[in-house]
C-alpha cells in the first residue's frame, strides 16, 4: 500500500486515496485501526475519529451479513451433485482401452471401467484404501499398477499379497481380464486408531 | 466427401445393430446419448480416429449398402455378468445378424469395447 | 474416514487425507470419487459464491460450472495447493467474470435530504441493524468487480492478503489497493441514510 503517494494535480476523493481535513491520508488512518495502532494524533482529531466510526460501523454491517451467510451445514448438497455428475457423465474424457481375453478377439474394455472393478476389489482387504489405478495393455496381457494407502500397523508384505490376489481375481472372475503383472504400492500409512486421535501419516 | 456420406441404409443398418446389441443379455445399454450422436455422427463426413467413437456403434461405410469392413461397438454392461462374456456375446450377436443380413457378403471385423460398467 | 486431519488447517480448505486419494482418483476418471469431492466441497463453496454474487441462484450456477470445470482439469492438477484451495480459486474467478459481465450500478447520490437516525428504544436498534445488514448487501452492487471480489474474500470469508492474491492472481499491494476502495465506497454508502 503506498501510503505516501503525491496526488495527482487536482486530486480528489476518487483518487487513490483520499486525504482527511487533517491532511492524514484516509487509507493510513484505517490501516492504524486495522493494525490496532494508537497514535496520538487520533486521540485528539475529530476527523480521524470520524472515520474509524465509519469503518467501525461498516464492520458491525460486515458481522451481520457474516452471519446471514454463514451456515453452510444447512446446505443439502445432493441436488447440485447430481446436476454436476450429470454432465460430467457427458463428458468425453479422451480413454485408453485395454485387451480383454486374448488379443486375437478385438475386445476391449477402457482403462477408467477395469481400474474401478479392480479398486473395488483392492479394498474388499480390511483397511485398505485403493488410490491410483493405472491399467495398460502389455503385448496383449495386462499390466496393473495399483497405490494403496495401508492400515499403519499391518504386514504391509502380506497385505500387499493379498491385495494382489484380490485384483489377480476380480481382473479374471469380473472381467475376464488377463493379467501379466499386478503392481501394488503402499503410498501411505494410514492411522485406524480411534477419531479424533492425532496420528502419524506418512 | 460423397464417398462418406452414409445412406439411408446405412443408417437402418446402425440402428439395427444397435437394437441387436441392446437385446444382449448383460449390456446395460449402448454408450449414453445413442440416439442423439448417432444421428449427429451420421450427418458428417466420418472424421472419427482411433477407437473412441461418439456413437454407440460405428461402421466404415462401404460400398453399395454392403456391412463395410469394420464395426465397432461400445456398450456399458452390468456388474454379476463376466465382462468379457458380454463382450463375446455382442461379438457373435452382430455377426450373426450381418450374416444373415448379407448373407454370402465380405467378412465383417466386429470390436466390441466396454466403455463403462453400471 | 481413517487419516489424521492436520489440526492447523483451515476448515474450508485444509487438506485431508481422504481428499488426496479421491482426487487421484477422480483425475483417472473416477466419477464416483468425484461425486464425493462434489458433495464434501460444495457448501462451503456455495457460500462463498453467494456472498460474491449475492443470490443463491447464481452461485449455484458458478459452482457447478466450476466443478465441471474443476473435473476437466483435474488431469493437469498436480496437488500443489489443497483440491479446496484449488476450486476456492476457480469458483472466485467464475465469479468475476460473472460480476464482470453485469451491468454497472449508478453510484448513489450524495445523502442529502435523508434524516439522520435516532437512538431510540432497543427494537428500533435492532431493526437498525439489520436494515445495515440489508443497505450493505445492496451497496456491494456498487463496488466493481475486483473490489467486490476482494472485499468479500478478505472481510467476508476472512482470508489472509496473500491467499487473496493468489485466488484472485493480483498482487497484495492490489489486493490491499482494491479493500480500501471498497470499504470507502461502502461506508459513504452506509453513511448515506445516516
Redesign the interface.
Known sequence: MTTHTDPPEGAHADGDDERLPCGRPLSQVWDDRERRTDTPHLAGCPHCQGAVRDLEQLETAVRGLREETRETSAYDAEPLTRRVMDLVRLELRPGCPVPLGDPAEDLWIMETVAARALRSAAETVEGVRAGSCRVVDAAGAVAVRLDIHAPANAGLRQLAERVRQRVREAADRELGMVTASVDIRVTDLVDTRAEGREGDTA | MTAHTPSAAQAGLVEDVARVVEGVPGVAFLKPGLAARLRSALSRPDAGTGRASIAGVRLTPGPDGTAGRHVDVQVVVVRGVRAVDVARAVRSAVEEHLAVRFPGGPGCRVTVTISGRV | M???RR?TAPPDTGED?GD??LV??AA?????A??AL??AH???L??LA??LLGTPAEA?DA??EA??SA??RLPEFHGQASFGTWMYRIVTNRCLNVLRARRPVAPLESAGEVPAAEHTTSPARITE??D??R???EALDLLSAEQRACWVLR??DGRSYEFVADAVGISQ?AV??RV?RA??C??RA??AWR
Do not use: H, M
Not at chain 3, 28 to 32: L, R, V
Open positions: 481413517a487419516g489424521a489440526p487425507t488426496t486419494l487421484v482418483r483417472e476418471g473416477d466419477e464416483d468425484f461425486a462434489v458433495r460444495a457448501p462451503a456455495i457460500r453467494t456472498r449455484e459452482v457447478q466443478f465441471l473435473w476437466r441493524a439489520r445495515a445488514v443497505e450493505l448487501r472481510e467476508l499491494d490491499r489497493a480500501f470499504r470507502r461502502l461506508t452506509l453513511g
